[in-house]
């Protein structure tokens, strides 16, 4: 094991470098999804509505139900739904 | 003029310090929104609803009516809408 | 206390107005410190060095200093200092 | 091709699946992450220490050794250095 001020420094450079690659492969599937959400556009898709239907498609149907339900309870409230 | 290593050092505190209070004052507002947040929900409403009608209310009506459309037709499309 | 679908639709519009009234204010604060950053920029200062000042500034000196020390030590460690 | 209000809705799906996939790949590799700073810490690493490690590793040394003398510089010229 080698030392460097009192450091493992070979043990922490392979941390290190563990992290950086996952870092790395994060940042390709980030890039991915971005490359994704603009052939989805280009082929007439709304990545903002895609988005909502992802958030939606993680809860379950009763609750997104009751969610919507209560969300437009809310705007007619606040009178932001065109009667 | 103070200076230290070449650093007008009391123009730079100053810009420092002028920063740190708004900073400050970022936060402050920060806990204020969290605690009406807090009152409301004590109140019986839903904070994570109330958040989508601000969301929805820097919108156009027509916008929104048309997202919300938008949104209706990827739900249905994607099986999410509980007939 | 006016009522829509059981919901105090004017509680409901006050708590909604008191917090984007605030959020509001943030997004002023923070167009403020945008704006300080520039000057000190245009005045010769590093913003991204001002902002590790400023993150230097919320520790104790001697947790700051430990900190530095420890850092530089992983940097020799890993071999990044130019000896 | 299945339509559901003018929607493609299995190439929707699809482009929506493959994003979901994407994105549980994303959290997997964060829950990595996380994991292996929990395991450098109980070696003995301070996390928050390799976090600025792997940042100043992102730069060229001799960049590296211009931004750390002046934030050097700038924590002298604020009084942030126990001389």
């Given at each position: 094991m080698m030392a460097v001020g009192g450091i493992a420094s070979d043990v922490l450079k392979?941390?290190?470098?563990?992290?950086?690659r996952l870092e790395q492969e994060k940042r390709e599937?980030?890039?991915n999804i971005k490359d994704l959400f603009a052939e989805a556009k280009s082929g007439g898709f709304?990545?903002?509505?895609m988005k909502q239907v992802i958030r939606a498609r993680k809860m379950?149907?009763?609750?997104?139900?009751?969610?919507?339900?209560?969300?437009?309870?809310y705007k007619r409230?606040?009178?932001l739904i065109i009667e």
């Open positions: 392979q941390f290190i470098e563990r992290i950086e599937i980030s890039e709304e990545p903002k509505i379950k149907k009763e609750e997104l139900a009751e969610e919507d339900a209560l969300l437009e309870t409230a606040i009178g």
